[in-house]
């Protein structure tokens, strides 16, 4: 069975547990290819669902959705009747209604959602001076994509005819959704700026760059484009650029949701069959 593995991932967290679920993937016998849809060339060139039997689909949770430009993305495409599984990433607070919404929207296109999974991963905002999950994924993570992958090709075989179903729709509406998006404006009040210092120009901020919002010859973002996903910031091997603290609000959100930072890195992901 040949598999696409189609993710979106700007600082690594979904990457690596691609990787993971494409290594279990062989392992179960099944030919799994990884399909990288971070960046807009990427997406503009697309994929050739036509040489596949199967899809996997995977994001990281940006305000309890898959990010918008995955999202626009995946409204593109025709599923033709394809079995396909999801899988998220997540830095420790609301998942839902990731699954729901990326489920509606894989189904309009006539995919057809058997499995989905999350997996806790380090918060991007950590990189200001948040605290979850820093070292995830672990071992935790690669044992439930064990058996994620296993449960997903029983159903991708056939062999298991069920599919799932009953996600979280939750109690907000798109527009809701929408406004929320704008709230990590809150926390990254800077978005990221080498703020006048030199670099080497290696150009890697700006190619990863998911939605073409950095120009690294000025080392500015455009505000309107830039989505806060701090994978230039991430990526940058100068450490050169910068977003404000994040410590201030990280102690809100532990207060906000009533938690503590071991409670909340105590958290394991979830399986939906
Ligand atoms: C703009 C933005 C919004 C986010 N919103 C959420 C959220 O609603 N819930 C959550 O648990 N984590 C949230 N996160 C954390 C990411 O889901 C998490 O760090 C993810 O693993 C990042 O994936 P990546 O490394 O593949 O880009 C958010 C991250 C960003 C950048
Ligand atoms: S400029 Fe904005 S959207 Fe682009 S990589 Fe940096 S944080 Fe992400
Ligand atoms: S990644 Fe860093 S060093 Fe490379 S161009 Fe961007 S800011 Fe300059």
Redesign the pocket.
């Given at each position: 069975m040949r598999i696409a593995i189609v993710?979106?991932?700007?600082?690594?967290?979904?990457?690596?547990?691609a990787e993971v679920i494409r290594e279990r993937l062989e392992f179960e016998g099944a030919e799994a290819t990884l399909c990288d849809v971070?960046s807009p060339a990427a997406r503009a060139k697309g994929i050739d669902f036509g040489a596949y039997d199967a899809a996997v689909f995977?994001?990281?949770?940006?305000?309890?959705?898959a990010?918008k430009v995955m999202r626009d993305w995946l409204g593109t495409l025709d599923g033709n009747k394809m079995k396909c599984a999801m899988f998220?990433?997540?830095?420790?607070?609301?998942?839902h209604p990731?699954h729901y919404s990326t489920a509606r929207i894989l189904e309009k296109r006539h995919f057809i959602v058997v499995s989905s999974a999350e997996?806790?991963?380090?918060?991007?905002?950590?990189v200001g001076g948040w605290k979850?999950?820093t070292d995830?994924?672990d071992k935790r993570e690669h044992a439930l994509a064990e058996d994620f992958v296993r449960a997903t090709l029983r159903r991708f075989s056939g062999v298991d005819g069920d599919m799932v179903s009953g996600f979280e729709q939750g109690a907000f509406n798109d527009d809701q959704l929408d406004e929320?998006?704008g709230f990590?404006f809150k926390?990254?009040t800077e978005l990221p700026s080498r703020n006048g210092a030199e670099c080497c120009q290696c150009g890697m901020c700006e190619k990863l760059c998911p939605t073409g919002a950095m120009d690294c010859a000025s080392g500015t973002v455009d505000s309107s484009a830039c989505?806060?996903?701090?994978?230039c910031v991430?990526v940058c091997p100068e450490g050169n650029l910068k977003i404000n603290s994040t410590e201030q609000s990280w102690q809100m959100k532990l207060t906000m949701g009533k938690t503590t930072v071991e409670k909340l890195n105590s958290q394991v992901g979830k399986l939906y069959l």
């Open positions: 993710f979106f991932s700007a600082t690594n967290n979904t990457r690596s547990m971070t995977g994001a990281p949770v940006h305000s309890l959705r990010p998220f990433t997540y830095g420790g607070f609301t998942v990731a997996f806790p991963g380090k918060h991007t905002f950590n979850a999950f995830r994924p929320f998006e990590r926390v990254i989505i806060a996903c701090l994978g991430a």
